[in-house]
């Protein structure tokens, strides 16, 4: 009997588009892993034909790697009770500069107005939500380049 519950499936099916979304969309993705746009699609699709159908390892790196951001990874160490940290040897090097300052403040801004443009109409639908998801991944991608720069105190 499996021990993974329909909401943790779920997650990682969230996890694994906000991925893709990350690194350029299915399409993007396609020619860089082993599966077909087609397969690709069924790990991130939440309907009931494809409720079990979860992303492969193998996979999983690839299209992390692609986003440049663990979200599959990290969705899984959750699951397990852990977090990750990122490994000092491939961490950001250097002070805090103007283009971080600017980088956090573009990317929160397209949050903000991703946010903004879903709220129109009263309503935020499904692809509202993943366009809201996406660029709250890319802000705080942004603001953790800042954090591992701070702690590693290049700034002098």
Request: net charge negative; glycine share 4%; with cysteine.
């Amino acid at each position: 009997m499996r021990t993974i519950s329909e909401e943790e499936t779920r997650s990682l099916k969230g996890a694994t588009e906000a991925s893709y979304t990350l690194g350029g969309g299915v399409r993007c993705f396609e020619l860089l892993t082993r599966v077909n746009a087609s397969s690709l699609s069924k790990y991130s699709s939440f309907n009931d034909e494809n409720a079990t159908s979860l992303i492969p390892v193998d996979v999983a790196v690839e299209a992390d790697r692609q986003a440049k951001s663990p979200v599959i990874t990290a969705a899984m160490a959750r699951l397990l009770g852990y977090r990750l940290v990122p490994d000092e040897a491939d961490q950001v090097r250097g002070p805090v500069t103007e283009q971080d300052a600017h980088n956090v403040l573009r990317e929160s801004m397209d949050v903000s107005r991703a946010i903004l443009d879903a709220l129109l109409d009263k309503h935020v639908d499904s692809l509202e939500r993943k366009r809201i998801a996406k660029e709250a991944r890319e802000a705080i991608r942004a603001i953790e380049q800042v954090l591992i720069k701070i702690e590693n105190g290049d700034d002098e």
